[in-house]
């Protein structure tokens, strides 16, 4: 690693100049490197996981996951590089139990007419069914927002409540700007439960391990702590400027960066009006996870509703000195801030015997090179997500979880296109000069 300050200029020609160390950059140099191509990587932040932030929190005993955590058992790339980097899985505790909370109060059911609630869900499950088809009801849902949507059902109370709660783990920001599609997908069709089902694992050396012992296998040179201002394509190669002065040129670039840290770059020659675009706008993915340390929750019981905004929180697993972890999700816009009067309303809702013993987030929205959590794609901005728009253009290729057309917003994403983006650029690097 190097972090002495002042100017420098690379002299030898570094085959790709990687910006952002996150799980997309870090990847894309090991991948590189298995092409036999060098690359330096240069990362805002002084540690390397971007979105995969994992670290001890008190006596958690390993490490804790303030960002993405949760790897799926259908993410083949993300299970086949920790396999390879020697990072074993954790499966998620067993569900025990679902409970709800709403108005500061614990709620054995999510709703006072269950009739009512049933035939909602059914409704939405139907629904769901039909979203990977031609049909009309799909091609409609396709094109609404999610509050476009529950208005279109007109369904009551308890079961907009209870779609919200998973609102908060899936389409993750403003309901009436992002589509319908982010929760209601064919999938969703085995019912409710299937969104926490299907996260299978998480790391057991944490997810931002991954991003350090990429690197460390693929010999890459990195700089951390100093963010690029300007990427230049001059043609012959491609040149950054650092925000402390330093100029780092390459002979090709990957831009592995959220969207939304996108428009603190200069690019030379401009972004194409489709990448524009999404530079200017961005997105909308605003959820907060929070995370609160308790004693006494089962690890395995999830818990819905709506208390102070928060409105899906899971019984994680037990830490060494026998409380439990517990990962609690809701929308930024109506959370605020969390506070200890806050996070205690909260916990005895929703788990009415816990002790809160603490709490701990991170925050997504507000940080300079995130400036949001995972992907919340806006109806409007959809077209400009389209794969042909951030392919190789010139000497630069782009990758991130948020341009993943296969697995958008995930982990997963983030190696997909940072896999594809790694290949596109061999092909520029065989054709010299
Ligand atoms: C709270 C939360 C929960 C999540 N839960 C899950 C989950 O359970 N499962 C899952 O699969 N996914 C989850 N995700 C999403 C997942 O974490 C991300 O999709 C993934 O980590 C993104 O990887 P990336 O490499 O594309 O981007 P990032 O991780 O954002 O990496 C980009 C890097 O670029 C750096 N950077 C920014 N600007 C500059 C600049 N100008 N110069 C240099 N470097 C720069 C950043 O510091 C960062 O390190 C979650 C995300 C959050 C925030």
């Known amino acids: ?72 058992a259908d993410h083949a790339e993300m299970i086949g590089l920790t396999k390879r980097l020697g990072i074993g899985l954790v499966p998620r505790a067993d569900i025990i139990g679902h409970s709800y909370f709403r108005d500061g109060t614990w709620q054995a059911n999510p709703a006072e007419d269950m009739a009512q609630y049933e035939a909602g869900i059914a409704t939405l499950l139907t629904d769901a069914a039909q979203m990977n088809d031609d049909t009309p009801t799909a091609r ?9 949507y529950l208005d279109h059902r007109g369904f009551p109370a ?21 589509g319908a599609n982010e929760y209601v997908t064919a999938k969703l069709a085995k019912g409710l439960m299937v969104k926490v089902e299907e996260l299978a694992f998480t790391a057991e050396t944490g997810v931002a391990s991954i991003a350090q012992q990429a690197v460390a296998a693929s010999g890459a040179e990195t700089i951390l702590g100093d963010a690029v201002e300007r990427l230049e394509d001059c043609g012959s190669h491609v040149r950054a400027t650092l925000g402390s002065g330093r100029v780092v040129e390459a002979a090709t670039a990957l831009v592995a ?8 770059i200069r690019f030379l020659p401009a972004l194409s009006p489709a990448q524009d675009n999404l530079r200017r706008r961005g997105h909308e993915g605003r959820a907060l996870k929070l995370l609160i340390r308790a004693k006494g929750p089962k690890p395995g019981h ?20 026998g409380s439990t972890l517990l990962i609690a999700f809701g929308l930024r816009d109506e959370t605020g801030e969390p506070d200890p009067a806050m996070v205690a309303t909260v916990l005895a809702a929703a788990f009415p015997d816990a002790d809160l013993l603490g709490f701990d987030w991170h925050d997504w929205v507000n940080d300079p090179f995130a400036r949001g959590t995972w992907v919340g794609a806006t109806l409007a901005s959809l077209p400009d997500f389209a794969a ?22 995930w982990m997963e994403g983030a190696l997909l296109t940072a896999r594809a983006a790694a290949a596109a650029l061999q092909t520029r690097l065989n054709q010299n000069p």
């Open 158 to 178: 308890s079961v907009v409540r209870e779609i919200m709660a998973w609102w908060a783990i899936s389409g993750s920001g403003a309901p009436d700007l992002i």
């Open 302 to 321: 999830l818990a819905t509703g709506e208390t102070l905004g928060i409105r899906w929180i899971f019984a994680d697993r037990s830490l060494p000195d």
């Open 257 to 264: 960066l959220p969207i939304n840290a996108l428009a603190q």
């Open 388 to 409: 042909e728009h951030w392919g190789r253009r010139g000497r630069i290729a782009f990758a991130g979880s948020d341009l993943s057309s296969a697995e958008q917003g």
């Open 1 to 72: 690693m190097d972090n002495a300050p002042g100017p420098r200029h690379y002299a030898a020609m570094t085959d790709t100049l990687i910006i952002g160390g996150g799980l997309a950059g870090t990847a894309a140099a090991l991948w590189l490197a298995d092409l036999g191509r060098s690359s330096i990587i240069v990362e805002a932040r002084a540690r390397l996981g971007g979105r995969a932030h994992s670290r001890a929190w008190g006596n958690s005993g390993g490490p804790v996951e303030y960002g993405g955590g949760w790897i799926r």
């Open 140 to 148: 409609a849902i396709h094109g609404m927002t999610l509050r476009a």
